[in-house]
């Protein structure tokens, strides 16, 4: 079983729609759960990240972790085709390590 | 936020050749960095972690003989993959982390494509 499980899409959605992405992790003892954004040949940009579980929500976007279901997700509203991008989920493990997700490939249709 | 700086942004060898890749944090030390690995349409998969003035520690399955990582300062860790073959090809990133724990310690470069002809 992989540490950390994404859907990788891809998903197309109209402008104004909510998306949801999601993964699922397998070690109860992680604690720093990111999403972060992906253009296209370039690296990765934080968008947030949770500690521990609950919510976080910073403007369109909200992160949840459920760490009973080991479910992490990323809501983010009124989508806009500038948020066209690759989504990563991401766990922090000991020693600045990060372990991602295979990345959800979105696009927003004007 | 913090800058780190990766060159090149895209590199064209022939196979068998040498290729350095240089990732610099501009403003800020870095206590680590980190390179990554991306295939297409595939997820970023940790090749190593250097720390300043100490050996790499290289993930499992990932040749340390080909991938040569030198982190000689507190702001440049190069990665230099030896004798290049085309299934070397793929995005190169490398990533920094200066003092503390949080995920807003870490910083990543802008990635470095490496086509092997």
């Known amino acids: 079983q992989k540490e950390v499980e994404q859907d990788p899409g891809p998903l197309s959605v109209p402008e104004g729609a909510i998306v949801s992405l999601n993964c699922t992790y397998s070690n109860s003892a992680f604690q720093y759960f990111m999403w972060y954004r992906q253009y296209s040949r370039k690296g990765p940009e934080l968008l947030m990240y949770t500690y521990s579980s609950g919510n976080k929500e910073d403007g369109r976007f909200t992160a949840q972790v459920d760490k009973s279901s080991k479910y992490i997700s990323l809501f983010i509203r009124d989508s806009q085709p500038s948020d066209s991008a690759t989504y990563l989920c991401?766990?922090?493990?000991?020693?600045?390590?990060?372990?991602f997700g295979q990345g959800t490939e979105l696009s927003v249709k004007p | 936020g913090a800058v780190v700086s990766q060159h090149p942004s895209w590199v064209i060898c022939k196979s068998g050749t040498s290729v350095k890749i240089e990732c610099r944090s501009l403003d800020f030390q870095a206590t680590t960095m980190f390179w990554y690995r991306q295939f297409p349409k595939q997820s970023l998969m940790l090749m190593a972690t250097s720390n300043e003035g100490s050996k790499a520690t290289y993930e499992q399955g990932v040749e340390k003989d080909k991938f040569l990582i030198n982190h000689a300062s507190l702001t440049l860790s190069t990665l230099t993959v030896t004798s290049a073959h085309p299934e070397d090809s793929s995005f190169y990133i490398c990533?920094?982390?200066?003092?503390?724990?949080?995920?807003?310690?870490?910083?990543f470069g802008s990635g470095t494509q490496l086509s092997v002809l």
């Open positions: 991401a766990i922090l493990v000991q020693g600045g390590k990060l372990i």
């Open positions: 990533s920094a982390r200066f003092s503390g724990q949080g995920p807003e310690k870490l910083f």
